[in-house]
């Protein structure tokens, strides 16, 4: 009798010591990977970009077909490592919000000036809906534009940017 | 280190944003947003090294993000020669790239999460000149085509015109207002800046003008009964001032009260008591006058917003959705009946009786009144502060009833997967943790109710005690009658519902104009495709159809049809083949005149569709969708929907031509079968069935069949082929499929391409041709092998 499939061998991990990342001279990623086949542009998406962001990394080639996927990063080898990691930090901006200064609201629609990881923003929401709260404080915004946002755990704010949080969560 | 050099700091972006308010960050957003823009001093004297002499900007744009991933504004700028990035990449002075228009291969945009990357691609690589966020993706994307036209003027046809940028158009949804840059708050298309309260206001009010002779006296009435209203307290002034104050003197003094005092005490019970029925009767009266009125305005208005929504043309609807337009005629128009026959009038109500106690109280005593005056800022204060909290409070209420509604709706009609899988157990849990939420979020309204009215009471009665001191004082003085003071307590109590009313004011007003917006944008927009004046009716036709290099776009960023060029003969079955957005379905529009071509002409029988009257030429053009739609009514209204005279015998021949009579029948009401909303109670084939009968009664001379066949099942599609087969018999036809067996009957095909026509020719023809046509026929062939294994 066939026994039934094995869904863990559905997936392949690319052996990531076997893996070679490197950026060529046109600032794109290229991939040589175990079987010696090498990939350029490759664009490295992850599976699970609000969860998971150094792990389940797939890797796309310019038809947007994956190539592969990289289980975790840190099991790569350190130089590919920081060329996948620099890569990433471009694909996904999402500045983390330390501080709220002010956020006025005008029928639904909310004006935030912020600090963030990355300087200071401002930036307008349509609607209340724009704000995702997540388990153990965590915060989600997507502004007007597209651009996103997040409060890794709003509690842990100052207690000003706290009460101007809780007027829209 | 310029202070430009680092971009924003969060003064200047604090800065930005108090100088110019929420309402002018929209004249920050213009400023950046244009493609020109205003150079800094520090760049253009690094620019001077850079550029030869006469060579001019043409393109400057700025970014808010640098390449190291912090925001501050980098550069982009255009020369007709040249295209120089200045980068800063966190260093004091920016890195300059000068790269000669000549030298580009193209510009390339990456489209990232949270921010774009634009590229430019030489012989040498491909260089990254910005990096930006959303916000600025407008702006690069218009700024793009600009670019590739200055490289253009370098080197012609150079660029490769599939990499090539087109012009930049904003999608259909409005989330920016187009006047003011603001945003739109979601689930509603007005900009609630630019709404223009007064004239729309005003233009509501015209609905209401042809009524002014029930209205006018209604508000005449209204004034009259708040005034009236308080005349009982006057009244109980005089009877204490009157009557028993100098009775209970008399009686204190040893004597007997005056001998008409308890004649005048029942002639002001008595005129207590006829003011009360007065106010009873004539509010009532004033109520189903102003109901009369509002009905009337509704009726009016819905009737003339659904008038002018039948006439517009699809592009109207398909632009909005339909839970939109519903609740416009729904909602907003019921929104603006309350308006105009109970918010007004209360409002106007209100000020009148605030004004009426402030003049009475101000001629019996003006520094009393002026004290009395003082809780209503309390009032006010309280009332927009507790209403600010329970809109917060209700709001997240809100959220988890919506919650509790999405599991429900999930998990009940979802019960097979949810016992199958035995997660009874989780779905409990998620459910009590929310009822657990909203047991929270009731009690915190609660908690809210519950002080609210103590406050608004303990103001009421703050007020009260300073009357009682100060008017005290007052009486102690001979300063104040008794009468006096218990009018002052009595107009206290009084206060309340006017101040509540008149601080949500605002907000009644801009509600109403919102949706008073909503309902004039139906009645002011006109139909894109109308009967021209000279428009003539289109005789009887026989059916030959022309196109004549038809270009058509439906948003102007991309042709859907380029260039169409094909002519069809009276009687000719046409197959129509290509891929989704091939532009088959848009070029059935264009025949039924859905749709009007931006360049080239439609012929239908030698006359040019714009210029027959769009009615009579619908009349002869019957369409059978994929999916089609039966409307609420029996099975029979259904048939005969196109010929509303069909008499019952022509019903059921049309059936039995549809292969639908068996099945008809079959139902216990036959014919008189009730088809439920969207035909839920009949079947899929049973529904094509019906709608092909439709088609047949209907008698048109070009039919178009969209998709006629594809969402049933083998044996109901060679029943409903045959019915189609006798419904195309002596018709133009033009038939949509994507399993290319079913245009076995086409005359000639026509195989569609990203809007031009690739092939045309009979079956045996393309395929002997060996083109996309054969290649598709293979490709099918083989599926067909791998279903019948």
Partial sequence: MQQPIQIEDEIQFLDAKRVKIERNQSEELTVELPDGSTHAPVEPVRAFPLTHLTQYISLLDADQNEIGMIEDIKQLKKADRKVLEEELRKCYFMPKITKVHSLEGRFGVTHWEVDTSRGAAYFDLRSRFDIVSLEGGRVLIKDVDGNRYEIPNYHRLDANSVALLETQI | MNSMGRGFSRRDVRRMAHSSGKRNSAKRLEEEMTILEQVPPDLQSRLKDVLSQ?????????TDLQFDGTYGKDWVLVTEKRLIAFNRNGAPTPEVQNIPLEDVESIEIRELHGNNIMKVRTQAGA???ARYSKRFAPKFAEATPEIESLIDKVKPEALDESKRHRKYVASGKKIRCETCGSPIPRRSDVCPNCVEKGKLIFRLLKYALPFWRVSAPAVLIMMVVRLVDLYPAVLSKQLI?????????????????EPGAFGQLVLIVLLMVGVNVFTMVASAIRGYMMAWVGQNITLKLRNDAYQHLSVLSLDFYEQRDTGNLMSRITQDVGRLRDFISEGLQNIIGDS????????????????????ALIPI???????????????????VLWKHYAGI???LASTIPGVRVVKAFTREKYEVGRFRNLTDLIFEGEMNAAKLWTVYHPIMRFIIFFGMIMIWLVGGRQILNDQLTIGGLTLFTNFMMRFFMPVQTLCRMNERFLRAATSAERVFEILDTPPSVADSKDAIDLPDIRGAVEFRDVVFSYDSEKNALNGINFTVKPGEMIGLVGHSGAGKSTLINLITRFYDPQHGEVFIDGHDTRDVKVSTLRKQIGVVLQDPFLFEGTVADNIGYGKPDATRKEIIAAAKAANAHDFIVK???????????RGSRVSGGERQRISIARAILKNPRILILDEATSSVDTETESRIQEALGRLIQ???VFAIAHRLSTLKHSNRLIILEEGKVDEIGTHEELIAKGGTYAGLCEKQMELSKIRAL
């Fill in chain 2, 730 to 732: 002596g018709r133009t």
């Fill in chain 2, 352 to 371: 009148m009786a605030l004004i009426y106690m402030c003049i009475i109280m101000f001629a019996i005593n003006w520094q009393l009144a002026l004290w």
């Fill in chain 2, 667 to 677: 139902f216990p009401d036959g014919y008189d079968t009730k088809v439920g909303e």
């Fill in chain 2, 54 to 62: 006469q060579e001019e900007i043409k393109v400057a744009i700025s």
């Fill in chain 2, 405 to 407: 509604s999405t599991i």
């Fill in chain 2, 377 to 395: 800022p309390l009032l006010i204060f309280f009332t927009i502060f507790f209403g600010q909290k329970m809109h917060k409070v209700f709001h």
């Fill in chain 2, 241 to 257: 001032d009157d009557i028993f104050v100098p009775a209970t003197q008399a009686i204190t003094n040893g004597q007997q009260p």
């Fill in chain 2, 127 to 129: 260089v990254e000149v």
